[in-house]
């Protein structure tokens, strides 16, 4: 069984354009997102998956420079260039991210595939939109499900936002859904980057508990958030768009 972390990443962005690859302690953002999935222990290929367009030349770049896997495929129809991506490294199982979550903690990764693997779901989350109670930050978002159900997606999705956003299709269509969650509801925190402020929570977070290495997890990350309520307190007014934005 082939399990595949698929990220996606683009460099074309509303709100902050460039993001996957700007400067974070002298590595990309993208490369903090690989080094930590890299991790997980329970994974077997990691894939970018990009666009087609000549402005993701860049990323590929990137990918190259960090040896991993990439494919590129539609801008805006996501769902097809994670299920191509899912189709061309012959993955069993799918674990999707965005790469946009440079705190992105290994031991989540591990949790939820294994959560998947031991449950009959279709698809195992913590992030979960419909009717759901998240408990993790924003920006800890995983979804695992197979590449049987991915293909099945892709080929009966019919609305824009369901192959724009991958995973609706899945919710949708009464497949079983589990859902994971923390004993500690720590949701308040907004630790994806999708702005400028979102940067600037991030970036202080690395400087805190960066020291070349990444050697610090969720636990840490909200100890310190604990200790330094103004850091969180810089993006929490920041909404995060919706599905059928």
Same mark, same amino acid.
């Given at each position: 069984m082939t399990v595949g972390v698929?990220?996606?990443?683009?460099?074309g962005s509303t709100r902050?354009?460039?993001k996957v690859l700007k400067d974070l302690k002298g590595q990309t953002v993208l490369a903090h997102v690989v080094e930590r999935v890299n991790q997980a222990s329970c994974i077997d290929q990691i894939i970018v998956a990009t666009t087609d367009l000549p402005e993701d030349d860049a990323i590929v770049d990137e990918v190259n420079r960090l040896n991993t896997m990439f494919f590129r495929?539609?801008?805006h129809n996501v769902l097809s260039r994670y299920a191509e991506a899912a189709k061309t490294f012959d993955l069993d199982t799918v674990v999707r991210i965005t790469s946009d979550c440079p705190l992105i903690d290994p031991c989540v990764l591990d949790q939820l595939i294994q959560y998947y693997h031991d449950s009959s779901a279709a698809l195992v989350t913590n992030a979960g939109p419909y009717?759901?109670?998240r408990t993790y930050p924003r920006g800890f978002d995983v979804e695992v499900f197979s590449n049987d159900v991915l293909q099945e997606a892709n080929q009966?999705? #019919?609305e824009n936002y369901q192959r724009e956003h991958v995973t609706p299709y899945i919710y949708e269509d009464k497949h079983d859904v589990a859902y994971y969650q923390l004993s500690d509801d720590w949701s308040h925190y907004r630790l994806t980057l999708d702005t400028q402020e979102d940067f600037d929570v991030i970036?202080?977070?690395y400087d805190h508990l960066y020291q070349g290495r990444h050697d610090f997890y969720l636990a840490d990350i909200i100890r310190l958030l604990k200790a330094y309520p103004k850091i969180a307190e810089r993006n929490q007014h920041i909404e995060q768009k919706k599905? #059928?934005?």
């Open positions: 698929v990220i996606q990443a683009r460099m902050l354009p460039g495929g539609s801008e009717e759901f109670k009966y999705s #019919t970036k202080l977070v599905l #059928t934005e």
